[in-house]
């Protein structure tokens, strides 16, 4: 995999805490840092895909709703 330099800025207790972890762990600053974002982003792509299957099952919901409509109109016997 390629990599890419950044530089950022973070607050002192944060930089602390992210070497405790590096250390507990060792590994580097940026390989904590590169794991911690991707299991984020993973996570944010999970979220994203489960409220679009929700809003595909609302959708889904809305057009057998309309279908069962539709039938009893046609099928008087259903109602």
Known sequence: MTT???TISLPAD???RLDTLAKERG???SGVIAEMLARWMAELEEQSMAEGYMALAGEALAFAEGGVDAAREA????K
Do not use: I, N, T
């Open 27 to 29: 590994v580097s600053r």
């Open 14 to 16: 944060l930089l602390e």
């Open 4 to 6: 890419s330099k950044v």
């Open 75 to 78: 099928l008087p016997q259903w």
